[in-house]
C-alpha cells in the first residue's frame, strides 16, 4: 500500500507543477503552445491571438494556392488586413514560421 500512495502523491506534483507552469505562463503573457502557420488548420490558427474565423480561413486558402509563408513580412504582404502591430501580437501569442527556407537561400535549380 505504501508504494500506492507514493505513486499518488507524484502524480499529484506533477499536476500541481504543471498548473503552476500554465499559471505562470497565462499571467506573464508567454505562449503556453507554438502554432506553425504553414501546418495549423483552421480551428488551430484560430488558438492565436489575433486570429478569428475569417482570418483563419483566409490564411489556410493563401498558403494551399501560393505555398508556405516564410516569416512575418511574408504574411503581413499575402494576407490583407494584417499589419506589422497584427503580426508582432500573433507571433508573441505562438505563431511561428518554422520549417520553411526562406526563397533567396533556396538552391538554384539547373535547367537541362
Do not use: Y
Not at 44 to 68: D, M, S, T, Y
Not at 77 to 89: A, F, L, P, Q
Amino acid at each position: 500500500m505504501k508504494h500506492l500512495n507514493t505513486s499518488f502523491n507524484r502524480l499529484n506534483m506533477s499536476k500541481g507543477l504543471a498548473a503552476a507552469v500554465l499559471g505562470a505562463s497565462i499571467l506573464f503573457g508567454a505562449p503556453v503552445f507554438a502554432v506553425n502557420i504553414n501546418s495549423a488548420t483552421v480551428e488551430i490558427l484560430q488558438n492565436v491571438k489575433g486570429i478569428g474565423p475569417a482570418r483563419a480561413k483566409a490564411i489556410v486558402e493563401e498558403r494551399e494556392r501560393n505555398g508556405a509563408f516564410v516569416s512575418a513580412e511574408d504574411l503581413s504582404i499575402r494576407i490583407r488586413g494584417i499589419g506589422e502591430k497584427t503580426v508582432e501580437k500573433m507571433t508573441e501569442s505562438g505563431l511561428t514560421f518554422d520549417g520553411v527556407e526562406p526563397i533567396t537561400r533556396a538552391k538554384s535549380i539547373r535547367m537541362k
